[in-house]
Nanobody, 126 residues
Framework: QVQLEESGGGLVQAGGSLRLSCAAS????????MGWFRQAPGKEQEFVAA????????YYADSVKGRFTISRDNAKNTLYLQMNSLKPEDTAVYYC???????????????????WGQGTQVTVSS
């Protein structure tokens, strides 16, 4: 059973930084791409970033490009999202996600991801 557990969310002032973590278990972590998504109150789920199974390729939403960095430590079965220069519009619940298919090409499409964490709240005050 694949399990994903996010941590690292919190309250931060605009311009500040946070690092989210996603601990994965239940299968060989390194064989699967991973993604981060977010959902703000009253808004649809939004793609944030994705990383390939070996970590060599990354893909970002335009809204976070240059401010957020996705990375992974396959030895620790952990996915990260370093968030810098945070803005109030980054306020949302952040979710990590993983597909059921190994070695899949990274994609921003939520429907391609089969496993989701419970989410961690990020609140950015102005």
């Amino acid at each position: 059973q694949v399990q994903l557990e996010e941590s690292g969310g919190g309250l931060v002032q605009a311009g500040g930084s946070l690092r989210l973590s996603c601990a994965a278990s239940g299968r060989t972590f390194e064989n699967y791409p991973m993604g981060w998504f977010r959902q703000a109150p009253g808004k649809e789920q939004e793609f944030v970033a994705a990383i390939s199974w070996v970590g060599g390729s990354t893909y970002y939403a335009d809204s976070v490009k240059g401010r957020f960095t996705i990375s992974r430590d396959n030895a620790k079965n952990t996915l990260y999202l370093q968030m810098n220069s945070l803005k109030p519009e980054d306020t949302a619940v952040y979710y990590c996600a993983a597909p059921a298919k190994a070695f899949m090409v990274i994609t921003p499409t939520p429907a391609a991801y089969d496993y989701w964490g419970q989410g961690t709240q990020v609140t950015v005050s102005s």
